[in-house]
Nanobody, 124 residues
Framework: QVQLVESGGGLVQAGGSLRLSCAAS????????LGWFRQAPGKEREFVSA????????HYADSAKGRFTISRDNAKNTVYLQMNSLKPEDTAVYYC?????????????????WGQGTQVTVSS
């Protein structure tokens, strides 16, 4: 069982930056793949990025490449999403999720545990 709590969301102007954090509790945190998803109003939840337990393998959605950076600190049971050059279309609720599998995945249903989400709003 893994519990996830996101933080770091807020209101930022276009071009600005935010760093999201996801604190995890529970056993075997370091064995899980951790991912970030987001859901904008009226849209489906979509994949943003994922990282393996070692941090060696990372995957980004096209919309995140070059602007977002995912990282994790297993000693602190925390995964981060650094978001730079933010755009109004990045406005969404951002969710942290944990996948007990061994392969990076952008498929929402592969993730068994979810946080409550943190709101990111980018103004133009």
């Amino acid at each position: 069982q893994v519990q996830l709590v996101e933080s770091g969301g807020g209101l930022v102007q276009a071009g600005g930056s935010l760093r999201l954090s996801c604190a995890a509790s529970g056993r075997s945190f370091s064995s899980y793949i951790l991912g970030w998803f987001r859901q904008a109003p009226g849209k489906e939840r979509e994949f943003v990025s994922a990282i393996t337990w070692s941090g060696v393998k990372i995957h980004y959605a096209d919309s995140a490449k070059g602007r977002f950076t995912i990282s994790r600190d297993n000693a602190k049971n925390t995964v981060y999403l650094q978001m730079n050059s933010l755009k109004p279309e990045d406005t969404a609720v951002y969710y942290c999720a944990a996948d007990p599998g061994s392969q990076l995945s952008s498929i929402l249903t592969n993730y068994d545990y979810w946080g409550q989400g943190t709101q990111v709003t980018v103004s133009s």
